[in-house]
């Protein structure tokens, strides 16, 4: 396949560290999961942060939030295993649909930059026009928000010290984005994508995956003729 030369098919070097936050479990795999199997390919180290378990993805009446939790934070692990992602962080005491971007939230995501620290942060992005979920709006804002105070000393000086300092974020990809500026081939790594999805059992058993990624991947490549891509915008903050 010819790529036109306008097209970044390859991350730019200097990062090594890189963090997924996310609103659900699933939320990295279904929508950048080939992009995190090039990294991994590639040798970065990668981290999925999750700020709820996805305690109300059910449609079955017998499912309970506590029941379904577990579930998901072990389909997740499982997953995150297939991928070789280093190491996967849940937070505890926020619910799925009832993310809201407090200062609290933003204080737990601030620690986690310093403690993690990413060069490189991908997450919703919060400005998407109809996007309906409120978890993907308020997780995307927070985590920027977090960047822009995870970097100066001042802010939560608690925090500091005990090799915990102040940390700066190279770079921001903004996942879900109606306004890409970056697209990833992921043709290569297709299969890789679908096993992972395929741990996320209570949310993708009825699913046709292969159907799927190769539906998405051409909406989100056609522009450029990537015949399967994950789409984002890049800033740097
Ligand atoms: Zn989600």
């Known amino acids: 396949m010819v790529i036109p030369p306008s097209v970044s098919v390859l991350f730019p070097p200097g990062g090594q560290r890189i963090l997924f936050v996310q609103a659900h479990p699933d939320d990295t795999d279904h929508l950048c999961g080939g992009t995190v199997a090039r990294l991994v390919e590639e040798g970065k180290d990668v981290f999925y942060l999750f700020v709820t378990r996805g305690d109300k993805g059910s449609d079955d009446p017998e499912m309970t939030p506590e029941r379904l939790s577990a579930i998901r934070e072990q389909e997740q692990r499982h997953a995150a295993e297939v991928h070789g992602v280093k190491e996967i962080v849940f937070l505890d005491g926020y619910f799925d649909s009832e993310v809201e971007n407090t200062l609290t939230l933003r204080r737990e995501l601030?620690?986690?930059?310093?403690?993690?620290?990413?060069?490189?942060?991908?997450?919703?992005?919060?400005?998407?026009?109809?996007?309906?979920?409120?978890?993907?709006?308020a997780v995307g804002m927070c985590t920027l928000d977090a960047v822009a105070c995870a970097r100066n000393r001042m802010s939560h000086p608690e925090q500091l010290g005990d090799g915990l300092t102040a940390h700066r974020v190279k770079e921001l990809y903004y996942f879900a984005t109606d306004q890409p500026n970056i697209w990833i081939d992921i043709s290569r790594v297709v299969e890789k994508k679908i096993a992972a999805l395929k741990c996320h059992e209570s949310q993708t058993k009825h699913k046709d995956l292969y159907k799927w990624v190769a539906e998405k991947g051409l909406v989100a490549g056609v522009g450029q003729k990537l015949k399967v891509a994950e789409a984002f915008n890049r800033q740097t903050p």
């Open 110 to 137: 601030i620690l986690a930059i310093r403690q993690l620290k990413p060069d490189i942060i991908f997450t919703f992005d919060p400005w998407r026009r109809n996007e309906t979920h409120p978890d993907h709006r």
